[in-house]
Antibody, heavy 123, light 108 residues
Framework: EVQLLESGGGLLQPGGSLRLSCAAS????????MHWVRQAPGKGLEWVSL????????IYADSVKGRFTVSRDISKNTLYLQMDSLRAEDTAIYYC????????????????WGQGTRVTVSS | EIVMTQSPATLSVSPGERATLSCRAS??????LAWYQQKPGQAPRLLIY???TRATGVPARFSGSGSGTEFTLTISSLQSEDFAIYYC??????????FGQGTTLEIK
């Protein structure tokens, strides 16, 4: 069974740093692109970042570019989101989600999603 | 950036009735559109991809249609478990991948 399990969320002050994790099971990260998506309290979904399956190339939303870094540990089959210079507007539930299709597939919708981890940035 | 606009923001429908949700893209996304359902305290769940293909396990009462810039999600006979927030997403022209602001489907 394909599963994604996020962890690492918490409460921190503006300017702080946090690293989120997304443990994947049932598939291999080198075969699937992975995304981070966030949802501010009471708001909609905002795509944050993408890491490509084979190359590990990363792409970011303008709102987090230069502050967030996505990476992965292939040996642990785990995805990470390093968040630096955090702002109040980064407060959200952060979800990891898999590209539905494997490498080379045009199936670019997101499926499945993890259960999310909550990040609160407040002084 | 492609902007996705959903309407209405809130839809009140009685159980057993039909619900029609709309999603409009600021430019053509061909058929590269997905619908997700989100219930309180849960992660989004894929319902529809390719504008009209139901994901595995999605009941047949859910159907998607449209192409280009205009899309519709129809729930033919609402069940109690269908009351949730629904998001459309385009994956045609990225980055960024963009979502609509959501339609809340509530019990009338």
């Amino acid at each position: 069974e394909v599963q994604l399990l996020e962890s690492g969320g918490g409460l921190l002050q503006p300017g702080g740093s946090l690293r989120l994790s997304c443990a994947a099971s049932g598939f291999t990260l080198t075969n699937y692109a992975m995304h981070w998506v966030r949802q501010a309290p009471g708001k909609g979904l905002e795509w944050v970042s993408l890491i490509h399956s084979r190359s590990g190339t990363t792409i970011y939303a303008d709102s987090v570019k230069g502050r967030f870094t996505v990476s992965r540990d292939i040996s642990k089959n785990t995805l990470y989101l390093q968040m630096d210079s955090l702002r109040a507007e980064d407060t959200a539930i952060y979800y990891c989600a898999r590209k539905a299709g494997s490498t080379g597939s045009s199936s670019r919708w997101f499926d499945p999603w993890g259960q999310g981890t909550r990040v609160t940035v407040s002084s | 950036e492609i902007v996705m606009t959903q309407s209405p923001a809130t839809l009140s429908v009685s159980p057993g009735e039909r619900a029609t949700l709309s999603c409009r893209a600021s430019q053509s996304v061909s058929g590269n559109l997905a619908w997700y359902q989100q219930k309180p305290g849960q992660a989004p769940r894929l319902l529809i991809y390719g504008a009209s293909t139901r994901a595995t396990g999605v009941p047949a009462r859910f159907s998607g249609s449209g192409s280009g810039t205009e899309f519709t999600l129809t729930i033919s006979s609402l069940q109690s478990e269908d009351f949730a927030i629904y998001y459309c997403q385009q994956y045609d022209n990225w980055p960024p991948f963009t979502f609509g602001q959501g339609t809340t489907l509530e019990i009338k």
